[in-house]
């Protein structure tokens, strides 16, 4: 990281404590990194690293990756949840008139109604009904 070299490790962990880094190893068994093509990357035992320098976490993966296809369900799930999540053409998600029904005491309809007001906005629509 540094060209270190042969410099001493206790040395090089003072250092990077007065640069406000933190180091943790990860006990991984598994990375997989989904790629655009549809494939993924799966590291089987990997070596994962974890660095924190001032609030930026950066992750370094170390180990022989296998390329495979991605699961049927994993590729389809991150855009069919969303549809499905969705109560007709209002674009208001069943989750979110759930969570105002509950919280309000009221029913779907009038939860419906109070977030298509609020312009989706759970909080608003909520205080809108109490």
Same mark, same amino acid.
């Given at each position: 990281?540094? !060209?270190?070299?042969?410099?001493? @490790? =206790?040395?090089? $962990?003072?250092?990077?404590?007065?640069?406000?880094?933190?180091?943790?190893?990860? +006990?991984? /068994?598994?990375?997989?990194?989904?790629?655009?093509?549809? &494939?993924?990357?799966?590291?089987?035992?990997?070596?994962? /690293?974890?660095?924190?320098?001032? !609030?930026?976490? /950066?992750?370094?993966?170390?180990?022989? @990756?296998?390329? =495979?296809?991605?699961?049927?369900?994993?590729?389809?799930? !991150?855009?069919?949840?969303?549809? &499905?999540?969705?109560?007709?053409?209002?674009?208001? @998600?069943?989750? +979110?008139?759930?969570?105002?029904? $509950? =919280?309000? !005491?009221? &029913?779907?309809?009038?939860?419906?109604?109070?977030?298509?007001?609020?312009?989706?906005?759970?909080?608003?629509?909520?205080?809108?009904?109490?």
């Amino acid at each position: 990281m540094f !060209g270190g070299g042969g410099m001493n @490790p =206790r040395k090089m $962990q003072q250092m990077m404590e007065q640069m406000g880094i933190d180091v943790d190893e990860l +006990d991984a /068994t598994e990375v997989v990194i989904s790629l655009e093509d549809g &494939s993924e990357l799966v590291f089987s035992d990997p070596d994962v /690293t974890k660095m924190d320098a001032r !609030g930026q976490e /950066t992750y370094q993966v170390l180990g022989d @990756p296998s390329e =495979r296809e991605a699961a049927a369900g994993a590729v389809e799930s !991150g855009e069919g949840d969303a549809e &499905s999540a969705d109560e007709g053409d209002d674009g208001i @998600p069943q989750g +979110d008139i759930d969570i105002v029904v $509950q =919280r309000a !005491g009221v &029913s779907e309809d009038d939860a419906r109604e109070a977030l298509e007001a609020a312009d989706g906005d759970l909080a608003a629509a909520i205080e809108h009904l109490e």
